[in-house]
């Protein structure tokens, strides 16, 4: 069986400040991990995924998230905050394959201000 | 190339009605994904489609939901009748067959049952 928890349903940050949301999983199998966003009224983007390979993940608009096995986690950080990072971000987990469900965690949304 | 569609992308129906979502998948992704979101909670995986044929249909909540995907292209999901519980946001996902790692998801419709 595999779950997500993602620590925090809310972040506030300053402009400019780092930005840090945990996710740890659970997963009986190799997981594969995602990062995605959701900004208001549109639908879910990938910010990143981690497969095989390279445990520091790279994504769009600046993030980047790293898998830790030992500690069965994958966190999302971005050095400098933007007023367009506010939104809100899922952890997600799925087996490997590609094809498998995604299981997603409850969320946290993004607050960025001035 | 045009991402994956979904509509209506709002729907405000009575209890007991019936509803019908449609997705309409990436052209060439044989893998579409159905996942609902209720009242602010996780994001859950309802059904799964590889063409025509369903894949895994275990997130599906119970007997009034019914997906169909003729053809392997566009595919529907219909609430009958539709409950207060039903309410959220429906995503649909699409992925290619092989080397795709996280999915493309629709903008989602909102469905409100009053």
């Known amino acids: 069986a595999q779950s997500v928890t993602q620590l925090g349903s809310h972040v506030s940050v300053s402009e400019g400040a780092l930005v840090l949301l945990r996710c740890n999983y659970s997963?009986?199998?190799?997981?594969?991990l995602f990062w995605y966003v959701q900004y208001p009224n549109q639908g879910l983007q990938l910010l990143l995924k981690?497969?095989?390979?390279?445990?520091l993940v790279k994504g769009i608009n600046g993030f980047e998230a790293e898998f830790k096995k030992s500690e069965t986690s994958f966190h999302l950080t971005k050095p400098s905050a933007h007023m367009s990072d506010a939104a809100e971000y899922f952890c997600?987990?799925?087996?490997?394959?590609?094809?498998?469900?995604?299981?997603f965690g409850a969320g946290t949304r993004l607050a960025v201000h001035p | 190339e045009a991402g994956v569609t979904q509509f209506p992308s709002h729907s405000v129906i009575e209890k007991g009605q019936t509803v019908t979502l449609r997705c309409d998948p990436i052209?060439?992704?044989?893998?579409l994904y159905w996942y609902r979101r209720v009242m602010g909670k996780e994001i859950k995986f309802l059904l799964h489609?590889?063409?025509?044929?369903?894949?895994?249909e275990s997130g599906m909540p119970n007997n009034r939901f019914l997906a169909e995907r003729t053809g392997g292209t566009y595919s529907t999901l219909k609430v009958q009748p539709a409950e207060l519980e039903d309410s959220g946001v429906y995503f649909c996902?699409?992925?290619?067959?092989?080397?795709?790692?996280?999915?493309?998801f629709g903008s989602g419709t909102r469905l409100t049952v009053v």
């Open positions: 996902a699409s992925s290619p067959v092989t080397g795709s790692y996280g999915y493309t």
């Open positions: 997963s009986s199998v190799p997981p594969y």
């Open positions: 981690y497969t095989t390979g390279a445990t």
């Open positions: 997600a987990v799925s087996g490997s394959g590609g094809y498998n469900k995604l299981i």
């Open positions: 052209s060439g992704h044989d893998n």
């Open positions: 489609f590889v063409k025509e044929s369903k894949q895994d």
